[in-house]
């Protein structure tokens, strides 16, 4: 199993342009998220999908857009890129919550974005 | 008062040295909780649960003190490889899916 897999690994962006990270998982887990990772600021959720055909915000979602059309897949869109949406991406996955028990998340090997 | 805070650190430490991290939570309703490891420049990757009673894996220990709303982590015989950023993690809230990660607490093991 491949478990949890991220496309690209790097990309610079120039302000203004758009992109997709890609997000894919064998495991068969419920739920996916987004996150990035900044110097000094820890982990954020940006957005999260407890299904398929299901998304919603986390903690600092705008300038970003999910899709999650495949259960395995999970999409992360930047529309049009700013600087201060240079950051590592990670993406996670887990199974769902069971009767109070939260599940650990699996990570992705990351995506460094810069946008200059 | 910070969901998850953690001592940045850095600790530095000699091989075979015992060190240990401390972590503080603030819902009192969380129920779930995990030591991550990651290492420069990865990705995150679970280290251990951390249950009630306290557990062992190995060199490691962890510990859950819900009281005082703290979780421990306890590494024996720190090895080279230890050297990483330890993550403490707690569900956002109870019977939540979402995990609220802390900044992390940077190890260097010294040779």
């Known amino acids: 199993n491949a478990g949890v897999t991220q496309t690209p690994k790097f990309r610079v962006l120039k302000t203004g342009q758009s992109m997709t990270l890609l997000c894919a998982q064998d495991m068969n887990h419920e739920y996916m998220y987004w996150y990035r990772q900044d110097p000094g600021m820890g982990l954020r959720l940006i957005h999260y999908?407890?299904?398929?055909?299901?998304?919603a915000k986390g903690e600092v979602p705008d300038g970003y857009n999910v899709s999650r059309l495949k259960k395995q897949n999970f999409l992360l869109g930047l529309e049009s890129a700013a600087p201060s949406q240079t950051s590592v991406y990670f993406c996670a996955s887990s199974f769902s919550s069971d009767r109070g028990q939260t599940y650990e998340q699996y990570f992705g090997p990351g995506t460094r974005l810069t946008v200059t | 008062r910070k969901e998850v805070e953690q001592d940045p650190g850095p600790f530095n430490v000699p091989e075979g040295a015992t060190v240990a991290f401390n972590c503080t939570y603030s819902n009192s309703a969380s129920q779930s909780f995990f030591w991550y490891r990651q290492d420069c420049r990865k990705e995150p990757k679970l280290l251990m649960s951390v249950y009630s009673s306290g557990n062992e894996d190995g060199r490691f220990t962890a510990q859950l003190n819900r009281a005082s709303q703290y979780i421990s982590l306890l590494i024996r015989d720190s090895k080279l490889s230890d050297s990483a950023t330890y993550l403490c993690v707690v569900n956002t809230q109870a019977g939540s899916y979402q995990l609220t990660f802390g900044k992390g607490t940077k190890l260097s093991v010294i040779p």
């Open positions: 999908s407890v299904g398929e055909g299901t998304t």
